[in-house]
Nanobody
């Protein structure tokens, strides 16, 4: 059974915006934390943004610099990543993930992953 399904990735030009979606199963949506990661070709998977439900806190990687926003829709069991002012270096496959601990920035702490959605930013 697929627990997380990402969508919304596509080719955009630098400076444009994009909103990614991640539809979760009800069980997965209720896990302790959910996050977005990304992985560019030849690079390791890196943390983008994460949210801990119990405290209502969202954390972002330094490179986000206020450009991305994590949000959720409880009625739809869906989390989103709104990305503004996209740069070519944002090109990557974006994944959402869920975990039962607070180590948001480490991919090894997540055991539920989606299949990813490709975001390509042209210069």
């Amino acid at each position: 059974q697929v627990q997380l399904v990402e969508s919304g990735g596509r080719l955009v030009q630098a400076g444009e915006s994009l909103k990614l979606s991640c539809a979760a199963s009800p069980r997965t949506f209720r896990r302790y934390a959910m996050a977005w990661f990304r992985q560019a070709p030849g690079k390791e998977r890196e943390f983008v943004a994460g949210h801990i439900w119990s405290v209502g806190m969202t954390y972002y990687a330094d490179f986000v610099q206020g450009r991305f926003t994590f949000s959720r829709d409880n009625a739809k069991n869906t989390v989103y990543l709104r990305m503004n002012s996209l740069k070519p270096e944002d090109t990557a496959v974006y994944y959402c993930a869920a975990a039962d601990n607070s180590r948001l920035d480490s991919p090894t702490n997540y055991d539920d992953w989606g299949q990813g959605t490709q975001v390509t930013v042209s210069s």
